[in-house]
Nanobody, 115 residues
Framework: QVQLVESGGGLVQPGGSLRLSCAAS????????MGWYRQAPGKQRELVAT???????KYADSVKGRFTISADNAKNTVYLQMNSLKPEDTAVYYC?????????WGQGTQVTVSS
């Protein structure tokens, strides 16, 4: 079993920045994919960014150049640095970890971009 705890969400003005963190605990394997997904009201959950244990990253087109995903394997923690935030980035952001073919989800953290 793996537990994921997210933090760092909040209210920010357009153009501002936030950094989300996701700490994993439990049975941790070095081969993994971790990522951030988001779900806005009335919309489906969508991929934001992912990172593998070897550091390979992937981003949704809508966040390329603004968001950066990174990982600290020693802390089993993944970060999402979000810059130049837009109102359309408002959503609940969920952390996901996939290892050994099993996916785990965090509880979600709210990000609201509004003036």
């Amino acid at each position: 079993q793996v537990q994921l705890v997210e933090s760092g969400g909040g209210l920010v003005q357009p153009g501002g920045s936030l950094r989300l963190s996701c700490a994993a605990s439990g049975i941790i394997f070095s081969i993994y994919v971790m990522g951030w997904y988001r779900q806005a009201p009335g919309k489906q959950r969508e991929l934001v960014a992912t990172i593998t244990g070897t550091g390979y990253t992937k981003y949704a087109d809508s966040v390329k150049g603004r968001f950066t995903i990174s990982a600290d394997n020693a802390k089993n923690t993944v970060y999402l640095q979000m810059n130049s935030l837009k109102p359309e980035d408002t959503a609940v952001y969920y952390c996901n970890r996939n290892q050994e073919g099993v996916g785990y989800w965090g509880q979600g953290t709210q990000v609201t971009v509004s003036s």
